[in-house]
């Protein structure tokens, strides 16, 4: 599957990746695995990276769909890592739909330390990403 995650309980953060041919099935499977995930609390820190996604076969109406079952509350931290067009196009229509269903926003970032350090603000040193 191109689009997964794993939570890492410990340091309290959710680790996303979307990788080469992503589709609307696979987007909504992974968003209703995660929030049903016994690990899953609504303020986990959440890093996405999308430098790989090649092709999204899902419509704009399908990223605020997945948005509007998003679980997180609005103090989480979420960074979107970003290198390709496609993957810009997603999130400027992610941090659109955040914002319509006011669950905060995300931050968008095209270097992957700008994106841990930003996550790792206020967090103990036993909770910081490298």
């Known amino acids: 599957m191109p689009v997964?995650?794993?939570?890492?309980?410990?340091?309290?953060?959710?680790?996303?990746?979307a990788e080469g041919v992503v589709t609307k099935k696979e987007l909504f499977a992974?968003?209703?695995?995660?929030?049903?995930?016994?690990?899953f609390h609504s303020d986990l820190r959440f890093f996405a990276d999308m430098t790989t996604m090649q092709e999204g076969r899902f419509s704009y109406i399908d990223v605020w769909g997945a948005v509007s079952i998003t679980r997180f509350s609005a103090k989480a931290r979420r960074a979107f890592l970003l290198k390709s067009d496609l993957s810009d196009r997603f999130y400027r229509v992610l941090k659109e739909s955040v914002a319509f269903h006011g669950k905060?926003?995300?931050?968008?970032?095209?270097?992957?330390?700008?994106?841990?350090?930003?996550?790792?603000?206020?967090?103990p040193p036993e909770k910081v990403l490298t």
């Not at 340091?11 to 996303?16: A, G, N, T």
């Not at 992974?30 to 690990?39: E, V």
């Not at 905060?104 to 967090?123: C, I, M, S, T, Y």
């Open 104 to 123: 905060g926003a995300p931050r968008e970032f095209h270097d992957r330390r700008k994106a841990l350090a930003w996550l790792n603000q206020g967090v």
């Open 30 to 39: 992974t968003f209703r695995a995660l929030f049903s995930d016994p690990l």
């Open 4 to 17: 997964y995650y794993s939570i890492d309980a410990k340091r309290e953060v959710i680790f996303f990746r």
